[in-house]
């Protein structure tokens, strides 16, 4: 079964044991929490829009173009939330209005090619080949920590699960590879 959360919902599941493993953006590192980790990629965040959207395919951008824009935001208990924020107010854009929230990568997809909106997301969720976004020309700097896997250091891992790991661990080395080999794609 495959549940998707943020980590503020996801991780007491995996202390409960309802969940055997967290995958997404590691949580802030704490010692005493319990969990096992494993990073599995480092991913820029990228700010992206819909192929139709008027600022796609900008070659130079201001900070300031985004102002008139609705934006699809990751919900308040998101790690990537606050310092996205904070980036944004840096660069003068106040975001009191106008926005949905959603941890759905696929929600945010099908928004961002209805609507004329601004969105963030990974490089690789970003690039996607059968549903690509336009990334737009201006830089994110690391909001949060890599992606990758979380488990109860306190349960045994089934065969299932350390399978599971490992296949996380193949296809993270695959997507490095790609990257290493089209850094530009």
Not at 81 to 96: F, I, K, N, S, T
Not at 107 to 128: F, H, I, N, P, S
Request: with cysteine.
């Amino acid at each position: 079964q495959v549940t998707e959360g943020t980590s503020h919902t996801l991780l007491p599941q995996l202390w409960e044991g309802k969940v055997d493993l967290v995958v997404g953006r590691l949580p802030a590192r704490s010692p005493s929490n319990g969990f096992e980790e494993r990073e599995l990629l480092e991913e820029q965040l990228m700010m992206v829009v819909g192929p139709q959207h008027p600022l796609a395919r900008r070659k130079k951008l201001q900070w300031s173009h985004l102002a008139e824009f609705p934006w699809v935001l990751p919900p308040p208990s998101s790690q990537m939330r606050e310092p996205l924020e904070h980036v944004l107010v840096q660069h003068g854009l106040a975001l009191d209005t106008n926005y949905i929230e959603t941890i759905s990568v696929h929600l945010t997809r099908a928004y961002l090619y209805q609507m004329d909106a601004v969105g963030v997301m990974a490089k690789a969720a970003a690039l996607d080949p059968m549903q690509p976004l336009e990334v737009l020309p201006l830089y994110l700097p690391r909001l949060v920590r890599s992606t990758g896997v979380l488990w109860n250091r306190n349960r045994p891992l089934s065969p299932g699960t350390s399978l599971m790991i490992a296949c996380l661990e193949t296809a993270a080395a695959r997507m490095r590879e790609q990257e290493a080999a089209f850094p530009e794609a």
